[in-house]
């Protein structure tokens, strides 16, 4: 019922940054938990990042690299990726958790993000 779609992947050399976004079709509340996640080439999907009212967690291979956060007036969240290794490259996906829910319950389509050494 809900769409989320996500922008802002593209190609970066590694040191830089790119910073994504999800828009949801439905208007979110800050007590929706909303979770970034990415997946390799041959690889499993893994966790990113999420974040759930003032709570936020990251990923170890991510910690100090990338912030999320959520403007609830735009229904979106931003997931800002600074200092981009090679091992970043992957199809990023956005997904909604609802309250009571034990997954989430919605995803994205997915943006690629390309990061060159």
Known sequence: QVQLVESGGGLV???GSLRLSCTASARTFGNYEMGWFRQAPGKEREFVSSISGVARSY???????FTISRDNAKNTVYLQMNSLKPEDTAVYSCALRQQG?????YWGQGTQVTVSS
């Open 101 to 105: 829910s034990p997954r989430y319950d």
């Open 59 to 65: 990923a170890d291979s991510v910690s100090g690299r």
């Open 13 to 15: 050399q590694a040191g």
